[in-house]
């Protein structure tokens, strides 16, 4: 669920950007209208979200503020199962639209790696 609302505000941050003409030549991406549509009506009465998701637009650089959006996002879709489902599949769609597949979602989120199927590790793993 992180990995979605991490993909969620990442595609946020993507209209926010090609709104402001940050990104020109990347537009005819019409799924992350609707997605910024449905999380507002979501947050309609939640002040802390909607002024989270109105910063988001606002200053699409700001990291906090996105950690923040991502943070409130979660906790929405915990909540309600049926927003959860309605957000992963506004997400694809908008994946899928960019014609590039799941990578898309990891350069948008930089830091994090997003995998829409089970991912299993056996062994002896180290991370450094």
Known sequence: MTAVAAASVALVVK????AAG???GHSGWGGGARLVQRLRARFRGDPDAEHALDRVTQAPDDEPTRQELERILAAHMLRDR???TDVRRLVDEAVAATGHGAQV????????QVFNE???VQG?????
């Open 15 to 18: 209209g926010a950007l090609e």
């Open 22 to 24: 940050q990104e020109a």
């Open 82 to 84: 049926a927003f959860e």
């Open 105 to 112: 979602s990891a350069v948008l989120i930089k830091n994090a």
């Open 118 to 120: 089970k991912v299993e």
């Open 124 to 128: 002896d793993w180290n991370v450094s």
